[in-house]
Every structure is written in C-alpha cells, then in structure tokens.
C-alpha cells in the first residue's frame, strides 16, 4: 500500500533561519506533489504544487524540490517568521490523492 | 476565490443518531471530497465525487454514505453516529485536470463533531 512520510512530528527553529521539511514516499508515481499549510482548528489551504517532470519550484519564501528518483521532496521556508508556525501537509496526486500526517513546525522568536 | 464552506464547526450528537454534514463549494467544481482527520492518522478519504449523483469509496467508508444531488453540494450522512466517528470532518473541492482527482484541493474550515 501507498505510505508517505513526513520527517519528525514537530520541528523548532529560530526565526530568521531557513526551516526544511522533508516528505518521503513509497509504492506510488506521483503526478504531482503538493504542499499545504495547517493552522490549528481550520482546513489545509494549498502553498505550492510541482509535477514530476519539474525539480524545483518556489514562491516568494518557499522553495520546494521533487527527486522522483529518491521518492522525496523537501520544502523549505527560508527567513523563517513566527507566523509561519502550523503544521504543513505533503500530498501526492496521481489517480487518487494521499495526504501525509503532517509536520508541525514552531518558528521561535 | 474559492470557497467552501461547512454547515457546522461545532457538532455533538448521541450513539446511534443519524447525522448530516454539509458542504457548499462556489466555484462549479467537478470533484468533492470527504476527509476525517484524526491526531496521528493524517487526513483519511472516506468518499469522493467527481460529477452529480456520481461518488466513488475512499479509505474508510465503512458507516458512512454520500449525496450529491447538486454539483455545489455533497453531504456526508454518518447513519448511526458511534463513539468511534469522533473526528474532524474536512470537506474539499478541486476542479478536474489531468486526472480524475484532478490538482489543487480547496478546504472548508471543518466540523468537529463529538459523538457521545
């Protein structure tokens, strides 16, 4: 069955840094890979989307890589603020859509 | 912009009452979905709808149905609510694209519903 993984539960940085999340999957071809941002109490809301045949993609302070050779995409929010403390949310899209658990990310001041 | 909206944030109900929970998307999207959420499980697809009165199983069907008698509304009926459907509810619509499930999905806010 399709298993996609987010590194670490929760991650902790210094605002100011670069903040990477890391999204591994398994025994699926992706068209595309998402990314979604989660405030506590609310639904996802889309950040970025980037299809198999492109390895980088970015918007303003997110950059995000897809290597459909390793199954892995990595997302990176550079000059990290406060704000952006939530849980962010990978998916694949291909026939179906498989959304990972999460990683919560706490951007101290 | 897009929006989706949810009949409830907030919902308790008894063991074994039937339950409703409504989604209204305002964009003319093909495709809607149901998800619960639970801590440590991530988002899981109960159902899906890619055009009216059409709906294909996700994940975890099982006491739950769908209804989709309009293309901007699709209502998850839970039949006789059991502790175990305690969750968060998310609702979500996408248009159709290069596949079925089609690219970018837009979430309602939600429904937090407790079953006692």
């Known amino acids: 069955s399709q298993k996609i993984e987010q590194n670490s539960e929760a991650l902790n940085i210094q605002e100011g840094k670069t903040a990477t999340l890391t999204c591994n999957y398994t025994n699926y071809s992706p068209a595309y890979l998402q990314w979604y941002r989660q405030d506590p109490g609310r639904g996802p809301v889309f950040l970025l989307l980037?299809?198999?045949?492109?390895k980088e993609k970015r918007k303003e302070r997110l950059k995000v890589t897809f290597d459909t050779t390793l199954k892995q995409s990595l997302f990176h929010i550079t000059a990290s603020q406060p704000a952006d403390s939530a849980t962010y949310l990978c998916?694949?899209?291909?026939?179906?859509?498989?959304f990972g658990t999460g990683t919560s990310l706490t951007v101290i001041p | 912009d897009v929006k989706v909206t949810q009949s409830s944030r907030y919902l308790v109900k008894r063991t074994g009452e039937k339950v409703f929970l409504e989604c209204v998307q305002d964009m003319d999207h093909e495709n809607m979905f149901w998800y619960r959420q639970d801590p440590g499980l991530g988002l899981r697809l109960i159902y899906f709808s890619y055009d009216v009165k059409m709906k294909e199983k996700g994940d975890i069907p099982e006491g739950y149905s769908v209804s989709r008698e309009k293309k901007e509304r699709f209502s998850l009926i839970l039949e006789s609510a059991s502790t175990n459907q305690t969750s968060m509810y998310l609702c979500?619509?996408?248009?159709?694209?290069?596949?079925?499930?089609?690219?970018?999905?837009?979430f309602g806010p939600g429904t937090r519903l407790l079953v006692l």
């Open positions: 998916a694949l899209t291909g026939n179906q859509f498989y």
């Open positions: 980037i299809r198999e045949n492109e």
């Open positions: 979500a619509s996408s248009e159709r694209a290069e596949t079925v499930v089609g690219e970018t999905q837009y």
